[in-house]
């Protein structure tokens, strides 16, 4: 029976990206795409992230620390398992707001290269979507 059976040893990145709501039950060969196309960084509280009418080359996934988005005269908090960049990284146009970390912060990134290839999987291109319009949808009510 040697080799007949192949182990899967569980990738953290893998398993920590599956706890996150937009990845919310999709399926494991999905979570390995994502996780292949996003590196982790840190970050210090006080960076800005993402500036308003600047062009935005990353889609965060916040695992851990604190930001805000600045709309306008509104703010948005962002905290672990939620994400921004989404928007402008799908239509290519600047950036709607500007992302200040408030804590020091632990993130998935993917860089433009990176989001093309998400982007591709369309499970994870439908979700980005659904997420892009349902902020949307929330935006337009709280006006």
């Not at 007949?4 to 569980?10: A, G, I, K, M, N």
């Not at 695992?63 to 905290?79: F, N, P, T, V, Y």
Request: a negative charge.
């Amino acid at each position: 029976m040697k080799g007949r059976f192949r182990l899967r040893h569980p990738n953290p990145k893998v398993e920590e990206l599956g706890r996150v709501a937009l990845f919310d039950h999709v399926p494991r060969r999905v979570l390995e795409v994502v996780a292949a196309n996003v590196d982790e960084v840190r970050v210090p509280a006080g960076e800005t992230l993402i500036r308003e009418g600047h062009r935005n080359d990353a889609f965060w996934i916040v695992m851990e620390g604190e930001a805000e988005m600045s709309l306008g005269h509104r703010k948005r908090h962002i905290g672990p398992g939620e994400f921004f960049g989404a928007t402008s990284m799908l239509d290519g146009r600047p950036a709607i707001g500007t992302v200040v970390s408030q804590t020091p912060i632990r993130a998935y990134v993917a860089s433009a290269d990176q989001f093309r290839a998400l982007e591709s999987d369309e499970t994870v291109a439908l979700r980005l979507f659904h997420y892009a319009l349902e902020r949307l949808r929330e935006d337009l009510e709280s006006t």
